[in-house]
């Protein structure tokens, strides 16, 4: 996939907060939801194409992907302090994925203080797509904090 800029809406709920992000395409929407989480919580500027990582998950369905997509990316951080700055999807069908991250390692001085939200739950997910005014997929992600 091309690269471009990430662009979500982030949103509060009652303790929780979270991130609504479109694409043009499935595939695109779980590349730019992971990128939105990774923003959350480190500016993607601030990031750097370093190191390498490959992953590879299943799910059961495109909400059971996603969230098992969205916590790899932040068992990742929270295992190997890794933060990903761009993705590559190697494999994607709906139902699995192989993907190529590229990031670098947490730097406090850098990246700032991260508040990392807890594990993302099958209920704090919403997707969807709509034909109007253009085709788009959808995620509504609900993130709370440890």
């Not at 299943?58 to 951080?77: A, H, P």
């Not at 999807?89 to 406090?108: C, V």
Request: proline share 3%; glycine share 4%; hydrophobic share 35%.
């Amino acid at each position: 996939m091309a690269e471009r800029k990430v662009a979500y809406q982030t949103f509060q709920h009652q303790a929780d907060s979270g991130f609504v992000v479109t694409a043009p395409s499935l595939e695109r929407l779980y590349i730019d939801a992971a990128l939105s989480l990774t923003d959350q919580l480190s500016r993607l500027e601030r990031i750097e194409c370093r190191d390498r990582k490959t992953i590879q998950i299943s799910g059961e369905s495109r909400e059971d992907l996603m969230r098992c997509w969205l916590n790899e990316v932040l068992q990742l951080f929270e295992r190997d302090q890794f933060l990903s700055h761009r993705i590559v999807f190697n494999q994607f069908d709906g139902k699995r994925l192989q993907a190529t991250l590229w990031g670098e390692l947490y730097q406090p001085l850098r990246h700032g203080h991260v508040i990392q939200p807890k594990a993302v739950d099958s209920h704090q997910i919403e997707m969807g797509d709509k034909e109007i005014p253009e085709p788009h997929f959808f995620a509504k992600v609900r993130l709370s904090s440890k």
